[in-house]
């Protein structure tokens, strides 16, 4: 099993930036991909951006220039720099990992953090 702590929401004005970080933990484990979703009130949740253990990343085209997805392998932590906040952007912000597991078994799964609010005032 994998864990996913969330950290760095908070309420900023438009305009200001943010930092949210992601740590995962648990035990006999790769983490493949990391990524940021978001949903706000009475809409999907949406891909913000992720980010592969190689690198690569992909950005939604509502964030692109403005946030920047990366990730620290060593500390398996992932990082949201969100600058030229928009009110927009207001949501809960969710981390999600795929990662390798390894044990008795060995597969791939899915996890979630429990999100951040990140409020964003005009």
């Known amino acids: 099993q994998v864990q996913l702590v969330e950290s760095g929401g908070g309420l900023v004005q438009a305009g200001g930036s943010l930092r949210l970080s992601c740590a995962a933990s648990?035990?006999?484990?790769?983490?493949?991909?990391m990524a940021w979703y978001r949903q706000a009130p009475g809409k999907q949740r949406e891909l913000v951006a992720a980010?592969?253990?190689?690198?690569?990343?992909n950005y939604a085209v509502a964030v692109k220039g403005r946030f920047t997805i990366s990730m620290d392998k060593s500390k398996n932590t992932v990082y949201l720099q969100m600058n030229s906040l928009k009110p927009e952007d207001t949501a809960v912000y969710f981390c999600n990992a795929d990662a390798l597991t390894y044990g008795l078994t060995i597969r791939t799964s899915n996890y979630w953090g429990q999100g951040t609010q990140v409020t964003v005032s005009s």
């Open positions: 980010i592969t253990r190689t690198d690569n990343t």
């Open positions: 648990g035990s006999s484990f790769v983490i493949n991909a």
